[in-house]
C-alpha cells in the first residue's frame, strides 16, 4: 500500500489533486483509515494515477477521464479509443477557434499601436535622495521578470510624475511598487524601463551619499553619485500600466511580525505542487491561514478552500518579507483565496508587493 505522499511522489499528482480526485470519484483510495482519515493507495493503483495525470495533462474533462479510467483495463479499448480521438479533435477545434480570435486581437493592436518609445526632446535632470532610491530599488528589484519572452518585464520602470519617483517591478505572478522623492523636476510625467542588469549597476553607486542625480535623456539613462556614474540604454518596450494592476478588491487587512511570519513559512509545511503555469517550473506552495484571532499561521495539509485561506509561492513569498528590510510589521491584505494578497507596510500606503495566489484543487 502506498501512502498519499508516496503517491503523489510516484504518480506526478498533487497531495492535493489526489484528495479532489477521491472527493470526486475518479481515483478512490483503497482503504481510508478510519481514525485519521488517511489515505491509502492499492500497488495496481499507481498505474492508474499516472494515466490520470497524463490525461488532466491533456485538459481531458473528468466526465471522459471517469470512463478512460474505467475501459482501461477491459479488452475492447474501442471506447478509449474514441473518447482520446474525441478530445483531440476538440483541443484541435479550440486551437483553430482561439488562432483566429488572437488573430483578430493582433489586427486590433495594429490598428491602434503607438510608438513603444516617447521621443523626449530635452533631457530630464532630477536630484533624489540616495537612501530613497535604494530603499525603493531594494523593495521591488526581486520581482523583475526573468522570461526572454517578455522583455518588457525584464527591467524596473521609474515612473516620475511631479516630485515622486515610483519604482515598479513585475513577472505576471507578483508586483512591487515603492517610491522616493525628487526635486529639480516638476515637470509633465515621464516613464523609463531601466534594463535590471543597468539597475543593479545603479543600486551599487548608492552609498551614504546624500543625493545622486538621475538623467533620462531620449533612449538613455544615467545615475550619478559620489562622483561615479552608470548609464545605458533604455529598453525598448513599453511597461503595462501597473496602475490598473493595483486596483485591488477591498479585502481583510491583518498586522503580521516579520520575524514570526517568516520562521512559520520557513519551518511550516509545503506543499509540492504540479508543474503549473508559472513558466513550466515546479515550485513549494504555502498556505496561509488567518485564525479566528486575527493571527496568521501556515496551514498544514487539510482543509483548504475557505475564504481566510490564501495559496501562494512559498519563495515568492519570503521574498517578499526580505524585500521589506528592517520592518518589523507587515499589513497582510487577503481578499476571496482566488484574489492576490497584497504584502504592504504599516508606515506607507505607497510602497507594496502583491502575489498572485495558487490554485489548490483542479
Not at 36 to 41: A, D, L
Not at 85 to 114: F, I, N
Not at 235 to 248: G, T
Amino acid at each position: 500500500m502506498r501512502s498519499i505522499g508516496e503517491m503523489a511522489r510516484d504518480s506526478g499528482l498533487s497531495v492535493s489533486a489526489l484528495r479532489f480526485y477521491d472527493r470526486a470519484g475518479v481515483l478512490v483510495p483503497a482503504w481510508v483509515d478510519p481514525v485519521s482519515g488517511y489515505r491509502w493507495y492499492a500497488p495496481e493503483q499507481l498505474e492508474e494515477s499516472r494515466l490520470l495525470a497524463r490525461l488532466r495533462r491533456a485538459g481531458m474533462p473528468l466526465a471522459d477521464i471517469r470512463l478512460v479510467l474505467a475501459g482501461w483495463s477491459g479488452t475492447d479499448t474501442g471506447l478509449v479509443r474514441k473518447l482520446l480521438e474525441g478530445h483531440l479533435r476538440r483541443l484541435e477545434l479550440g486551437l483553430s477557434d482561439a488562432r483566429r480570435e488572437l488573430s483578430a486581437l493582433r489586427a486590433l493592436l495594429d490598428d491602434r499601436e503607438k510608438p513603444m518609445t516617447t521621443v523626449r526632446t530635452d533631457a530630464v535632470r532630477l536630484t533624489v535622495p540616495a537612501s530613497e532610491l535604494a530603499a525603493a530599488v531594494d523593495a521591488v528589484r526581486f520581482a523583475a521578470g526573468t522570461d526572454p519572452e517578455l522583455p518588457m518585464l525584464g527591467g524596473l520602470l521609474f515612473d516620475l510624475e511631479g516630485d515622486v519617483l515610483r519604482v515598479v517591478a513585475t513577472d505576471r505572478y507578483r508586483m512591487a511598487v515603492a517610491q522616493a522623492g525628487t526635486a529639480g523636476h516638476g515637470g509633465p510625467r515621464v516613464q523609463a524601463v531601466v534594463p535590471s542588469p543597468l539597475v543593479d549597476a545603479m543600486r551599487a553607486l548608492l552609498g551614504e551619499d546624500a543625493s545622486a542625480q538621475l538623467t533620462v535623456d531620449g533612449d538613455r539613462v544615467a545615475l550619478e553619485a559620489g562622483g561615479r556614474q552608470a548609464a545605458g540604454p533604455l529598453l525598448d518596450h513599453e511597461f503595462p500600466d501597473y496602475r490598473r494592476l493595483v486596483n485591488l478588491s477591498a479585502g481583510r487587512r491583518v498586522v503580521v511580525d516579520v520575524a514570526d511570519l517568516r520562521e512559520a513559512v520557513e519551518t511550516g509545511p509545503v506543499r509540492a505542487s504540479e508543474v503549473r503555469e508559472q513558466d513550466g517550473v515546479t515550485f513549494d506552495i504555502t498556505v496561509l491561514e488567518v485564525a479566528g484571532d486575527g493571527t496568521v499561521g501556515v496551514r498544514g495539509e487539510e482543509g483548504t478552500g475557505g475564504k481566510d485561506h490564501v495559496a501562494v509561492n512559498r519563495v515568492f513569498l519570503l521574498q517578499a518579507l526580505a524585500a521589506a528590510g528592517e520592518t518589523e510589521r507587515l499589513v497582510l491584505e487577503f481578499g476571496d483565496p482566488t484574489a492576490p494578497m497584497a504584502v504592504r507596510r504599516t508606515d506607507t500606503e505607497d510602497a507594496f508587493s502583491i502575489l498572485m495566489p495558487v490554485r489548490l484543487e483542479d
